[in-house]
Antibody, heavy 115, light 109 residues
Framework: EVQLVESGGGLVQPGGSLRLSCAAS????????MTWVRQAPGKGLEWVSY????????YYADSVKGRFTISRDNANNSLYLLMSSLRDDDTAMYYC????????WGQGALVTVSS | EIVLTQSPATLSLSPGERATLSCRAS??????LAWYQQKPGQSPRLLIY???NRATGIPARFSASGSGTDFTLTISSLEPEDFAVYYC???????????FGPGTKVDIK
């Protein structure tokens, strides 16, 4: 069964940093573009960032541009999101997901930004 | 920046009824649209990609259509497991943005 497993979530103070990881298995990770999507408690889905299959094309939502960095390691089937200068409104469940028709999603990693 | 709006915000229906969910873009969209279903405590599930194609394993009671600024997801006959929140998502090739609509909650009448 295909798996995307996020890790690295937790409680962080405003202004702090956190790195999320997404481990992929049982599909050809290197063939797929990936995204990070977040969902604040009780709210809707918000797209955060995109990375192409090769890692050469990267894009961010305006709300995180300049603060978040997406990257991937195709040799180790992993996707990352480095989050810096975190704010209260970054509190959310963060999901990694494939782009396109296969639609794989992880179970999410909870990030709480609070003093 | 293209903004997606979904209507209605909440749809109250009974099992067996037909559900029609709308997603409207603030300007004409040449990119594809996807639809997702999310149940409480679960990750979103892809239902439809490229505006009208059912994802793997999605029942035939789910269908979708649209072009330009107006898109529709139809559930022909609601099953108990279909009561959930549904999101549309713009999937633009360039620039690669993946904007979501605010969601429509389908609940039991």
């Amino acid at each position: 069964e295909v798996q995307l497993v996020e890790s690295g979530g937790g409680l962080v103070q405003p202004g702090g940093s956190l790195r999320l990881s997404c481990a992929a298995s049982r599909f050809t990770f290197s063939s797929y573009s990936m995204t990070w999507v977040r969902q604040a408690p009780g709210k809707g889905l918000e797209w955060v960032s995109y990375i192409s299959s090769s890692g050469r094309t990267i894009y961010y939502a305006d709300s995180v541009k300049g603060r978040f960095t997406i990257s991937r390691d195709n040799a180790n089937n992993s996707l990352y999101l480095l989050m810096s200068s975190l704010r209260d409104d970054d509190t959310a469940m963060y999901y990694c997901a494939t782009v396109g028709e296969i639609g794989y999603w992880g179970q999410g990693a909870l990030v709480t930004v609070s003093s | 920046e293209i903004v997606l709006t979904q209507s209605p915000a909440t749809l109250s229906l009974s099992p067996g009824e037909r559900a029609t969910l709308s997603c409207r873009a603030s300007q004409s969209v040449s990119s594809s649209l996807a639809w997702y279903q999310q149940k409480p405590g679960q990750s979103p599930r892809l239902l439809i990609y490229d505006t009208s194609n059912r994802a793997t394993g999605i029942p035939a009671r789910f269908s979708a259509s649209g072009s330009g600024t107006d898109f529709t997801l139809t559930i022909s006959s609601l099953e108990p497991e279909d009561f959930a929140v549904y999101y549309c998502q713009l999937q633009s090739i360039w620039p690669p943005v993946f904007t979501f609509g605010p969601g429509t909650k389908v609940d039991i009448k």
